[in-house]
């Protein structure tokens, strides 16, 4: 996540989703936005459904107006101004900048364990999403989300909802790899995907997460259709026995 990225379309998805699973506040969230320095692009830039109200508004209003609100100067266009604004409602966050270096990372990831302690479902926003082959530690490694942190904060009984940025791929493959990535390291796991046109987001729920989480995962796939989030369950593969 980028300071930068605040009130654009992408941002509406993304908080629509998290406040529709959110369950009206009886799901407890944290949000690490393993936040990284703007870089002066273009990227953050689609506002232009800001000047359509009538088009994109009803979708969820009070976010909304309060996007609208966060783009209209660009000293506004800070994560404080999302946090301070009650979008997602009891919302804890974690906001320290997420560094490349492996041990400043470890104590990053430590920090945010300790933070989201009590928290039911945990928001994972990284630049780009999961790792691909660039190793932990690496330049550029702030951009992604490791495979080994799902498993440890999915092993401490949370469940994990994960950005992912669509690459140029086949996007059925590249979703079914995935989710297959994982399922492997997420037993039991109920596992959604919500897509949008630039990117789509994982919900992986923990057998003993509040059932109100899956209720509202499922009652999502049906709210809004292709153009805005569409939602689908993939399975949910019981915990394996000995």
Same mark, same amino acid.
């Given at each position: 996540?980028?300071?930068?990225?605040?009130?654009?379309?992408?941002?509406?998805?993304?908080?629509?989703?998290?406040?529709? !699973?959110?369950? +009206?506040g009886a799901i407890r969230i944290g949000v690490c936005w393993m936040l990284t320095p703007d870089d002066g692009g273009v990227d953050g830039g689609k506002l232009a459904y800001l000047q359509q109200p009538a088009r994109h508004r009803h979708l969820d209003p009070e976010l909304f107006d309060i996007l609208d609100h966060a783009a209209s100067t660009p000293e506004r266009r800070r994560l404080a101004t999302i946090e301070d604004s009650g979008a997602i409602s009891g919302a804890l966050y974690h906001n320290d900048q997420l560094p490349d270096d492996l041990a400043e990372r470890r104590v990053f990831m430590s920090r945010c364990a300790d933070a989201f302690r009590e928290v039911d479902l945990i928001f994972f926003d990284p630049d780009n999403g999961l790792e691909v082959? !660039?190793?932990? +530690?690496?330049?550029?490694?702030s951009k992604y989300l490791y495979l080994d942190e799902v498993a440890a904060f999915y092993g401490a009984w949370k469940s994990l909802l994960i950005y992912q940025h669509f690459p140029r791929v086949e996007r059925t493959v590249f979703?079914?790899?995935c989710a297959e990535r994982l399922r492997a390291i997420a037993p039991g796991a109920g596992l959604w995907a919500f897509t949008t046109a630039?990117?789509?987001f994982f919900l992986l729920a923990h057998p003993k997460s509040d059932p109100r989480l899956a209720?509202?995962?499922?009652?999502?796939?049906?709210?809004?259709?292709?153009?805005?989030?569409?939602?689908?369950?993939l399975d949910a593969r019981p915990l394996a026995h000995n």
């Open positions: 996540m980028k300071h930068q990225y605040v009130g654009d379309i992408n941002d509406y998805r993304k908080y629509a989703l998290i406040r529709a !699973l959110s369950a +009206g082959s !660039l190793p932990k +530690g690496r330049k550029n490694s979703l079914a790899r630039h990117v789509f209720s509202a995962a499922n009652a999502i796939c049906g709210r809004w259709g292709p153009d805005f989030i569409a939602g689908q369950f």
